[in-house]
Nanobody
Framework: QVQLVESGGGLVQSGGSLRLSCTGS????????IAWFRQAPGKEHEGVSC???????YYADSAKGRFTISRDNAKNTVYLQMNSLSPEDTGVYFC???????????????????WGQGTQVTVSS
């Protein structure tokens, strides 16, 4: 079964950028819908962005205009480019996968079968 490993998190100042990577093993990410969720301290998991196996892309309102999700199938990797970061973006970011995603429910963490270990993103003011 597919395993997911996130990388690219770190500490940046407000207005800075990071690119997160989600690399798969034991399966091809092209066969899955892949989403990024984040969890701030004391809060529930929040859907940030999703790219489906059919190529559809979705963003949370808070991410639109600042974040970009993309795939590199040759590297079996999904990226999340994050620009204009603010302290509100701080949290642990998780890469998640689903073999079949229902329309309209990409923001629900219960739709995803596999989760990576998470990577910490901290944005200072």
């Amino acid at each position: 079964q597919v395993q997911l490993v996130e990388s690219g998190g770190g500490l940046v100042q407000s207005g800075g950028s990071l690119r997160l990577s989600c690399t798969g093993s034991g399966g091809f990410l092209a066969d899955y819908s892949i989403a990024w969720f984040r969890q701030a301290p004391g809060k529930e998991h929040e859907g940030v962005s999703c790219i489906t196996s059919g190529g559809n892309i979705y963003y949370a309102d808070s991410a639109k205009g600042r974040f970009t999700i993309s795939r590199d199938n040759a590297k079996n990797t999904v990226y999340l480019q994050m620009n204009s970061l603010s302290p509100e973006d701080t949290g642990v970011y998780f890469c998640v996968s689903a073999p079949a995603l229902r329309v309209g429910v990409w923001m629900s963490p219960f739709e995803y079968d596999y989760w990576g270990q998470g990577t910490q993103v901290t944005v200072s003011s």
